[in-house]
């Protein structure tokens, strides 16, 4: 699992949903993905997180390395205030 963390302008927030929907939705039904979700901080409204779940690292690496993961990678360097945070997450209860 993967959380990927973002801030972008508070002004920009709608926008930024509006371009990633499209793209999210192509991810979902990408081989291999399990989840692909995208959230919003209740009261940091111009702060995002997008969940991933893969079935395995090889499948997370084929989607970054594709079209679609590139498209929405470049996004993120159109739109992110700063620098992505992502972290691998597991499970402990």
Avoid at 2 to 8: L, P
Avoid at 30 to 38: M, N, R, T
Avoid at 57 to 71: F, M, P, T, V
């Amino acid at each position: 699992m993967f959380v990927s963390i973002f801030r972008v302008e508070q002004r920009d927030g709608d926008a930024v949903v509006e371009r990633l929907t499209p793209l999210i939705w192509l991810a979902r039904k990408e081989s291999g993905c399990l989840f692909f979700d995208l959230y919003r901080l209740v009261e940091q409204e111009a702060t995002f997180a997008i969940h991933q779940v893969w079935e395995g690292h090889d499948a997370r690496r084929r989607h970054l390395e594709g079209l679609l993961g590139i498209q929405i990678h470049n996004l993120m360097l159109d739109v992110v205030l700063e620098p992505v945070q992502t972290f691998e997450i597991e499970e402990v209860l």
